[in-house]
């Protein structure tokens, strides 16, 4: 389903938003109003919708595109974590600090390095500098933090459920 707004909420929105893409706006507008439990379920279906429509860009060829779709499916799934630790996931700030506690917390080196590697991509999309090959290295490490970060998630929510 397309939605279409008015020229005049389109412009209020991006004012509103501050320079952060509308769609994560909006999603952080609904989330407000949401139980916890919910947040993480909205923010799961997030990563596997932008997670989708990456991949769709990336076999059209339109891997600038695609880029900043798998940059949303990791944020998506930091957004999940960060409900999940009641951290903050509101700004790429919190996405770092993010990033470095799951690090200090599981010591591996692999967290920071894949989501600078993913971060590259979030890059390209305002600067398109990658060829395909360095993209195909990229891609491919989203996919794999993609996955272990939703392997953190799952755990995080049997912890949680285990608590309760």
């Not at 990456?54 to 799934?77: H, I, M, N, P």
């Not at 409900?83 to 506690?101: A, F, K, P």
């Not at 989501?115 to 395909?132: A, I, K, P």
């Amino acid at each position: 389903m397309a939605l279409t707004l008015p020229p005049t909420l389109i412009e209020l929105l991006k004012e509103l938003a501050n320079g952060r893409d509308i769609e994560e706006f909006i999603a952080d507008l609904i989330a407000e109003r949401l139980d916890p439990p919910r947040r993480v379920e909205l923010y799961l279906k997030l990563h596997e919708d932008y997670l989708r429509e990456a991949e769709d860009l990336y076999s059209r060829g339109d891997l600038t595109q695609a880029g900043e779709k798998y940059w949303g499916a990791v944020t998506a799934l930091l957004n999940a974590i960060g409900e999940l630790r009641n951290w903050d996931h509101y700004s790429h700030r919190d996405y770092n600090v993010i990033i470095g506690r799951l690090y200090k917390e599981t010591n591996d080196k692999s967290i920071l390095v894949n989501f600078r590697m993913v971060e590259g991509l979030h890059t390209n999309f305002y600067h398109n500098f990658m060829s395909r090959e360095e993209f195909e290295i990229h891609r491919q490490t989203a996919l794999d933090f993609i996955e272990r970060l939703k392997a953190i998630v799952k755990e995080l929510q049997q912890n949680n459920q285990r608590a309760t």
